[in-house]
């Protein structure tokens, strides 16, 4: 470590939690892991908005020609679904997560600055407050989709206050994003326990590093653009509308220059997940930690590179096109060796299949769906053929649903014991499991071949055309069984809450520094933090005999 | 077995070339995917913890020629999806140089206006082409960004404000094809189908003569009353009506509504008790179109469907 300390230590105490004094030791917490979990709570809440959101939309297709819901409020439906679960599920989801493990994964006390790391989950809540109070306004909420394409989005098309709350909101959470960014790339860098080297930090961490650096490279674009439509429809400005001069392309460039590296702000961390949890459940190390670390440097270089993919029907001419058909399809070799890193990791182990290894396993099939067509559609004929169908949307499921979201739950099983002292139930974790596999698939699957077929996106109503029907409804059942599934998953946290079994410090036989302190962790997150000798602290501490690095000089 | 549609049901030379590149990429797709659930399926039955088994397993860190392995051979999946894409693209989408578009396909809020500058018809929502011809469009939009899409005959196109993009069109025999936007454009979004109709040559100048007739506006009868009412009753303020001062293109040109087989673009079939049903309240069949309800009487709504019908 240098000499200089770069994040100077407090001289004052932070405040301190209080014993007994109800929600105001939450809400006035600084706390890395109250907060970390503020954020886990909070985006459970938007979770089930947006899930009652995505029933209303399949409600809607259940049938050709159906009328359940006007096509204003079906399009506030898909608008609002969209929006919500990226920006105040998944994001806030493995934001929070971070903030409660990383500074635990490093033997850190905290956040490099606790304050900030408040300010962020609060303007999360706010953001938040804003996008839902549109629908206290007159005509609304926004209907013009999460990708707002002008001038659509802009007077005269949309005179509604829908889609002036929607960009305030979202700039909310996007000043939150980039301070989440970056105090976790101080903490990161700066406040590594001693003998915690870069190539020795839990994958996870290097996965939230790099999100990051996407945070903070990514979110002022779409935050600049949000300045520039609030200009356009507040004060009449006109950088998106072609009628006075503007560009409606130009929205599309900063949308997708920040749309796309999204997609791996939303998945970088599942993979980090991914890659604690199927180590620990095949009782071996990461195989190739270097190829899994490197391939997360590569993917967010790669896809700051690629937005134009989303714009292939756009008409940016066939040499724009091809870049970034080749830009694209050169992501799916970094992500090739993750999953086949993963895969190697499962080989030649003991596996046991607790319901956070179900999950993951469950991920890597999944996630690959997803990728296998998110490479055909990065060629762009295919592209033109799938753009704006249900072929997309079965895409996008597959990565950020069968992907980040599968992730998701492997984490929470995985950490609710160091959260909470509990265990969750493993009888209604399987339930939860199989549910989520089998509504999944159906819902989305089927979605393929209707977008093949010919079936656009964004439509609330459709003509009976041969089989559409039937597939449609099949995917609304999907949806259903999914509904039910995460109301057992809902279940779960509660029951296990109060009448889980007791979890032990380290209960499924970790060895990352986490589990070296008890469960829930004190306030001080570790009496004495453990030495680090190698990528697995704890192994090492049991094997003596066989330490990772067996030459690793001791690190006073 | 039925028509399935779109990929399903290539009619033009441009989709099937896409719907080959499709079919050959799904396919690698497809046996990597089975290497993967194979490899998965035989890790979950041969790696599972026997109960009891506390022992750890051989503690494998990994092996970099095995994962510069796993790099190549990706690397080389990709030159050859690159390779395919390029080709492709050569055969569907030539440069135009400096030929004049066929058609120009100008896209409204939720209707679709064409335009053939050759002949100077316009017409919506059903476009009419010579069958076995490589056209070219020129695809425009007068408000919001729009996509015009033939799921059957070729590449989607988006259809931007101040931009302006070609698109090479076929239909490889004759017969009608359904499209529809596909960019979402706000709340008919729907509603905004398109057909192409696709004719002999014979017949595509029959077409194109019919359209290019200006009809004579009725001078008596219930008809006559229909045209004094288009003229007085705002619909003028945005319907066109060959050889009448109506001109406006806000709203479709109406002089041949009776060659079309669809109001609305595509709500309604179209037939007199249709167009009847659609003039007391359009809200009711695509709620949100811009044509408002007029509140006409019964028999004002019976006249001006008497008028459309007489134009001939």
């Known amino acids: 470590m240098s000499k200089i300390p770069l994040v100077p230590e407090n001289t004052k105490p932070l405040p301190a939690l209080g014993e007994n004094q109800g929600m105001l030791s939450w809400v006035a917490s600084v706390d890395h892991k109250q907060i970390g979990i503020m954020y886990l709570i909070s985006t459970m809440v938007f979770f089930v908005i947006g899930g009652l959101e995505a029933l209303v939309i399949r409600m809607q297709l259940a049938k050709p020609e159906f009328d359940f819901v006007s096509p204003e409020v079906y399009n506030q439906m898909f608008t609002m679904h969209g929006t919500t679960m990226i920006f105040f599920v998944v994001m806030p989801f493995l934001i929070g997560l971070g903030v409660y493990l990383v500074p635990l994964m490093i033997g850190a006390r905290d956040m490099a600055f606790p304050r900030l790391n408040a300010l962020s989950f609060w303007l999360v809540v706010f953001g938040g407050i804003l996008l839902y109070y549109s629908f206290l306004t007159q005509s609304g909420p926004s209907e013009v989709g999460w990708f707002a394409y002008a001038p659509l989005s802009e007077k005269p098309f949309s005179l509604n206050k829908g889609p002036t709350y929607w960009a305030l909101g979202l700039l909310a959470t996007g000043i939150s994003s980039v301070a989440s960014g970056l105090n976790n790339i101080v903490t990161i860098l700066t406040m590594r326990t001693k003998g915690m080297t870069m190539r020795r930090l839990p994958l996870f961490v290097w996965m939230i590093l790099v999100t990051s650096f996407l945070l903070i490279f990514v979110i002022p674009i779409i935050a600049s653009a949000f300045a520039m439509m609030l200009l356009d429809r507040l004060l009449d400005a006109t950088f998106f509308t072609p009628a006075h001069g503007g560009s409606a392309i130009l929205w599309q460039h900063f949308f997708w220059g920040f749309g796309h590296p999204e997609v791996y702000i939303l998945v970088l961390p599942a993979f980090g997940i991914i890659s604690e949890v199927i180590p620990v459940f095949s009782r071996k190390p990461i195989y190739g930690y270097e190829f899994v670390a490197g391939s997360t440097v590569a993917i967010g270089l790669l896809s700051m590179g690629v937005w134009a993919h989303h714009m292939f029907a756009v008409g940016l001419g066939n040499v724009a096109n091809l870049y970034f058909s080749l830009a694209s399809m050169l992501i799916a070799i970094p992500t090739g060796i993750k999953v086949l890193n993963w895969v190697a990791t499962m080989w030649g182990g003991k596996i046991w299949f607790a319901t956070p290894m179900l999950f993951a396993t469950a991920f890597i099939i999944e996630f690959v769906l997803g990728g296998l067509t998110g490479v055909a559609i990065a060629s762009v004929p295919i592209d033109w053929v799938a753009t704006d169908t249900y072929f997309i949307v079965a895409h996008f499921h597959y990565v950020l649903f069968g992907g980040s979201l599968f992730a998701i739950f492997a984490g929470v099983y995985y950490w609710f014991p160091k959260f909470t002292g509990r265990m969750m139930s493993e009888r209604l974790g399987k339930w939860h499991f199989w549910l989520t596999v089998i509504g999944f698939n159906m819902t989305f699957f089927i979605q393929h071949f209707l977008g093949l077929m010919g079936m656009p996106r964004r439509t609330y109503t459709y003509h009976d055309f041969p089989y559409w029907g039937s597939m449609n409804l099949l995917s609304t059942i999907g949806a259903f069984v999914l509904a039910i599934s995460v109301l057992i998953f809902i279940w779960n946290i509660r029951r296990s809450l109060k009448h889980g079994e007791k979890a032990p410090d380290n209960p499924w036989n970790a060895w990352t520094l986490e589990w070296a302190t008890s469960s829930p962790p004190a306030v001080h997150n570790f009496d004495l933090v453990p030495p680090v000798r190698g990528r697995r602290p704890l192994w090492d501490l049991e094997h003596p005999d066989n330490p990772d690095e067996p030459n690793a000089k001791i690190v006073l | ?312």
């Open chain 2, 1 to 312: 077995m039925e028509n399935l549609g779109g990929l399903f049901n290539p009619s033009s030379p441009d989709m099937e070339a896409m719907t080959d590149l499709t079919y050959y990429i799904l396919a690698i797709s497809i046996v990597i995917l089975a290497i993967i659930v194979v490899a998965v399926t035989y890790i979950i039955i041969r790696y599972r913890k026997t109960p009891g088994d506390k022992t750890e397993p051989y503690q494998n860190f990994g092996d970099t020629r095995l994962e510069i392995v796993w790099t190549v051979i990706p690397i080389a999946i990709v030159a050859v999806l690159f390779q395919l894409t390029c080709s492709t693209m050569k055969v569907i989408d030539p440069p135009i140089g400096d030929r004049e578009p066929d058609i120009v396909v100008i896209g409204h809020q939720w209707w679709w206006e064409f335009y053939y500058p050759d002949s100077g018809v316009i017409t919506a929502n059903e476009m009419h082409i010579p069958a076995g011809k490589k056209l070219l469009l020129r695809v425009e939009s007068i408000d919001v960004i729009h996509d015009f899409w033939l799921p059957e005959l070729g590449p989607k196109i988006d259809a931007v404000p101040g931009h302006t993009n070609h698109l090479w069109f076929a239909a490889a025999e004759p017969g009608v094809y359904l499209g529809a936007c596909a960019e979402f454009c706000g709340t008919q979004h729907a509603n905004m189908r398109i057909r192409v109709v696709a004719q002999t040559q014979e017949d595509f100048d029959k077409w194109q003569e019919e359209e290019l007739v200006v009809p004579k506006t009725p001078r008596s009868g219930i008809a006559a009353e229909g045209a004094e009412l288009f003229q007085t009753k705002a619909c003028m303020n945005c319907h066109t009506i060959f050889g009448t001062p109506a001109a406006a293109r806000i709203g479709p040109n109406l002089t041949h509504l009776n060659n079309r087989q669809t109001i609305g673009a595509g709500v309604l079939t179209n037939s007199p008790e249709n167009l009847a049903k659609w003039l007391i309240d359009p809200q009711k069949y695509k709620q949100g179109s811009l044509m408002p309800n007029m509140k006409l009487s019964d028999s004002e709504v019976k006249a001006i469907v008497a008028y459309l019908e007489a134009l001939k």
